[in-house]
Each structure stands twice: as structure tokens, then as C-alpha cells.
């Protein structure tokens, strides 16, 4: 069996355009069924509408708290613990109404790429 370490560092983290820190956890050619990344929303921030395509992303609450809207259903309050589920194609944003950084892995199947987002207006 052939066995994979990462190890990450926060030095790694970079700001997006849709408003919210990446650090890419696993994301790599020779798994492409899966990536993780660790996503950080500043307080008081909303990240721009978007949607993914061709893949779905789950989002694992970590620490904070948001306001997450998907396809046109109403806000719904996440906190530590709670997963998101976003079908491919799905519009989604998350507001940070809180005063923590509201921080969450996202992960991908099958793993994220760049050409997969789609700002919507």
C-alpha cells in the first residue's frame, strides 16, 4: 500500500476573488477523485454568487458561523459541525454575520479545478 503524507503550511493560504482565504489541503492530478481545501471568511464578508460544475462540494463547518444561501432556497445558519451538500451547477454564497472567522474544509468530488467555477451575478 502506498502511503501519502501532506503537510501543509499556513504560509500556503491565498485570498480568492470570491472573498474568502484557500488553503488547499489535498488537491492533486494523481487522486483525482477528491480535494480537501481549508476555506476562511472574514467577519462581516459575503462571497461572491458562484456555482461549481461537474462536481460536488460539501462543506464541513470547523469554527464560526454563516448564512449560507443555495440555489434560490432561503438562508440557512451553519455553525461547527454542520455539512453543506452543493449539487453540481448550484448557485451558492456564504455571509459571515459573525464575529469569528467562519472556517470550513471544502471538499470536492471529484477534486476542484479552476475551470470548474462559475461567477454568477
Known amino acids: ?7 501543509i503550511s499556513e504560509s500556503e493560504e491565498f485570498m480568492t ?4 482565504s484557500i488553503l488547499e489541503s489535498w488537491n ?4 483525482p477523485a ?5 476555506a476562511r471568511v472574514k467577519p462581516g ?5 458562484h456555482s461549481v460544475e461537474g462536481l460536488i462540494e460539501r462543506y464541513l463547518i470547523i469554527a464560526g458561523s454563516a448564512l ?17 451538500v452543493i449539487t453540481p451547477g448550484v448557485s451558492q454564497k456564504a455571509t459571515n454575520d459573525g464575529h469569528l472567522d467562519l472556517i470550513f474544509y ?11 467555477y462559475k461567477e454568477l451575478k
Do not use: Y
Open 1 to 7: 500500500m502506498n502511503i501519502t503524507f501532506r503537510h
Open 28 to 31: 492533486n492530478d494523481t487522486d
Open 68 to 84: 449560507v444561501t443555495i440555489g434560490d432556497g432561503k438562508p440557512e445558519r451553519v455553525g461547527p459541525g454542520d455539512v453543506v
Open 34 to 38: 477528491v480535494s480537501i481545501a481549508r
Open 45 to 49: 464578508v459575503t462571497t461572491k454568487l
Open 106 to 116: 471544502a471538499i470536492c468530488t471529484p477534486r476542484f479545478t479552476q475551470d470548474a
Open 17 to 20: 476573488p470570491e472573498g474568502c
